[in-house]
């Protein structure tokens, strides 16, 4: 860490995940990071909490301190609170294992952005409510049309439709595990209801996984890892891949 100028909030929240996790908390940089549009990810390693970073992607320093320590989270509730991690067969392409990653940090978000909430930073970074207003836009025009805006992100069409319902399963567990200021409240509800009118194809897909996550306490480790589990079922994702503890 010591060739990053980071803030003392930062610093003290990487500390404290280095201490209790046992792991430190190392950087690498990087123009793909897998999806468009980001500036930081986490990537396994047996050692260390290894953080992705794109410096060329624009960011003000409170975005990119607040994507770090999200980042930084996703390590922390695989090393500290138990939660699974990826195991892939050898013969498995790197699209599919980029599609399930997809789907295991569509769960991960929701208690991720609430352990770095509860440690002093944003639960969403400054881009993320103007991009809601956009996707409402988008929606009001048909699935068609959205389908065009989210490949702007996603490299595949498989990719592509995991990463629209992810947006709707994020924004509802916003609404339904924070405490959000009426107005931001009243935005992220109205792209769930315009998500569930104009795309009712993926929709479908994405009541299921409500169903599936309001079952489970995914903010416990076991319960994480079942939920994951029955969400791959659910979309047969289940094939070459098996979820591990640490």
């Known amino acids: 860490m010591s060739t990053f100028n980071f803030s003392p909030k930062l610093n003290a929240f990487l500390n404290k995940i280095e201490s209790e996790t046992g792991h430190h908390v190392k950087f690498m940089e990087s123009s793909n990071l897998g999806i468009k549009g980001i500036a930081a990810a986490f990537q ?3 050692q260390y909490i290894l953080i992705v970073l794109d410096r060329e992607y624009p960011r003000t320093r409170e975005d990119l301190e607040r994507s770090i320590a999200h980042e930084a989270a ?5 090393y500290k609170m138990g939660f699974c991690r ?3 067969n050898l013969d498995v392409s790197d699209e ?13 978000d929701i208690v991720v952005n609430k352990i770095i909430s509860e440690n002093g930073f944003l639960p969403y970074g400054s881009e993320y409510l103007p991009m809601v207003k956009e996707e409402i836009k988008i929606a009001q025009q048909g699935e068609e049309a959205g389908e065009e805006f989210y490949h702007k992100f996603a490299a595949t069409p498989h990719l592509e439709a995991l990463l629209m319902i992810s947006r709707y399963i994020i924004a509802r567990g916003f609404l339904k595990y924070y405490e959000l ?13 315009t998500f569930k009118k104009f795309y009712p194809d993926y929709y479908t897909f994405a009541i299921g ?4 996550m309001d079952k489970n306490d995914f903010f416990r480790g076991k319960e994480e890892c079942e939920t994951v589990w029955e969400i791959l079922k659910l979309l047969n994702m289940d094939q070459g891949v098996e979820l591990v503890r640490n």
């Open 96 to 108: 599919y294992k980029r599609d399930v990653q997809l789907v295991l940090t569509m769960v991960e």
């Open 86 to 88: 990826t195991k892939f």
């Open 74 to 78: 996703h390590g922390y509730i695989i």
């Open 209 to 212: 996984i409500e169903g599936i």
């Open 44 to 46: 396994y390693h047996p």
């Open 181 to 193: 200021i009426e107005e931001d409240y009243k935005l992220i509800e109205e792209f769930t209801r």
